[in-house]
């Protein structure tokens, strides 16, 4: 990788960008300082570039790859700054580029969109699983979800009846997009033979998952 020790600022000209001969290049490392991006420079095999921790990673105009594959990965420490707008990739290839960044509330898109996304998700660690082609924003931060029950009846000297629940904290569309797996517990101190009253149902995680990497 270049620049992946030492301290200070690392500038790599066009030229001497487009003279190298590669499989696959990485810019940066987790203990790099923050990295900004301004190259006109048609790359032609993957390149990924990473900034520390703490450090952001800002992209001051379009990259180009004619790669195929993860032809981009940007993996920020912190933030991602997009200043190349909405067409700050250009793929000729079929590659596909890929951002990990901490939290969508702190990156600046200027409409860049992206195919797909997931939280809970590290470079190089554990994430949840995401498709193998497309464009992804991938982040670090764990949006959490709350687990509420829904009000139930039932008639005096019967048994509970079967509860149900909602889920609440999603951001934006994501509760149209999430595949939730599994079930929560959803309990009450009510048995059968109790007075009749009003009695509370508490709901805890249990089972439950989130393709898109949302916690509870």
Known sequence: GVGDGGTGALQLSDDLLSSLSYGSLTIGSSNAGA????????????????????????????????????AFTLASGRNFINN????????????????????????????????FHRYSCAFEGSCPSFPGTGNGLLYSFTPLLSVSPIAASTTYGAAAPGFTYDLTGYLGSDGMEDDISGAPTLSTPYVLGDNAGLYDITGAVGTLASSLGYGF
Not at 42 to 62: E, N, Q, R, Y
């Open 84 to 115: 190349g707008g909405a067409s700050a990739f250009d793929l000729t290839g079929g590659g596909r580029w890929l951002v990990y960044s901490t939290n969508p509330s702190q990156d600046t898109l200027d409409g860049l969109t992206s195919d």
């Open 35 to 70: 990295v900004d991006i301004s190259s006109t420079t048609v790359f032609t095999a993957p390149v990924a570039f990473i900034s520390g921790s703490g450090a952001d990673i800002t992209l001051d105009g379009a990259l180009s790859s004619s790669a195929s594959g993860a």
